[in-house]
T-cell receptor
Framework: GAVVSQHPSRVICKSGTSVKIECRSLDFQATTMFWYRQFPKQSLMLMATSNEGSKATYEQGVEKDKFLINHASLTLSTLTVTSAHPEDSSFYIC?????????FGPGTRLTVT | AQSVTQLGSHVSVSEGALVLLRCNYSSSVPPYLFWYVQYPNQGLQLLLKYTSAATLVKGINGFEAEFKKSETSFHLTKPSAHMSDAAEYFCAVSDLEDDKIIFGKGTRLHILP
């Protein structure tokens, strides 16, 4: 139980376009989900906390207009990278809160060309 | 503010030898502490967590960690390394006031044949 999926697993997009990443809790409902960003060979940096039915809470230094988060249902949160640039290329990982524990998705590799 | 410090970005041990990955935490409140493992291009898998119960925590794959408040440490150990243990390991901390998990920089474990 407590499985989190992400889609897509890999995406390549052109500079200036937008890309949406989905995070789903498959067998539980999650009122809170988290989005992390991981640069190559570095740690995970928390970007934002996504709460179902309300606005996301962004960490300091994260551009909310660039990284749009929507948590429209108890099983789905989406991260949209708007007007992507090569520096947005990274590994994005989501997690979902369930019974006081976070379960992590497998990650999405975004490459902006 | 909470933080964790992982000593050694790379650790190499011979197959069959003791694995010791060091983590020190900083927290103004009793923390929750975690160890996660990440294989290349994958998400995170929880190895074990400390939540103020027993100070010696046993996790999956033969790993365990001991919470030492006097040393503010939560080092991860495994008696005998296996080739499949080669991965990136992250120590992390959280508190009871919010659900945010703060990650250390990670330690890459190399297993020598």
């Amino acid at each position: 139980g407590a499985v989190v999926s992400q889609h897509p697993s890999r995406v390549i997009c052109k500079s200036g376009t937008s890309v949406k990443i989905e995070c789903r809790s498959l067998d539980f409902q999650a009122t809170t989900m988290f989005w992390y960003r991981q640069f190559p060979k570095q740690s995970l940096m928390l970007m934002a906390t996504s709460n179902e039915g309300s606005k996301a809470t962004y960490e300091q230094g994260v551009e909310k207009d660039k990284f749009l988060i929507n948590h429209a249902s108890l099983t789905l949160s989406t991260l949209t990278v708007t007007s992507a640039h090569p520096e947005d290329s990274s590994f994005y990982i989501c997690s979902a809160q369930h019974q006081m524990e976070q379960y992590f998705g497998p990650g999405t590799r975004l490459t902006v060309t | 503010a909470q933080s964790v410090t992982q000593l050694g970005s790379h650790v190499s041990v011979s197959e069959g030898a003791l694995v010791l990955l060091r983590c020190n935490y900083s927290s103004s409140v009793p923390p929750y502490l975690f160890w996660y493992v990440q294989y290349p291009n994958q998400g995170l898998q929880l190895l074990l967590k400390y939540t103020s119960a027993a100070t010696l925590v046993k996790g999956i794959n033969g790993f365990e960690a001991e919470f030492k408040k006097s040393e503010t440490s939560f080092h991860l150990t495994k008696p005998s390394a296996h080739m499949s243990d080669a991965a990136e390991y992250f120590c992390a901390v959280s508190d009871l006031e919010d659900d945010k998990i703060i990650f250390g920089k990670g330690t890459r474990l190399h297993i020598l044949p």
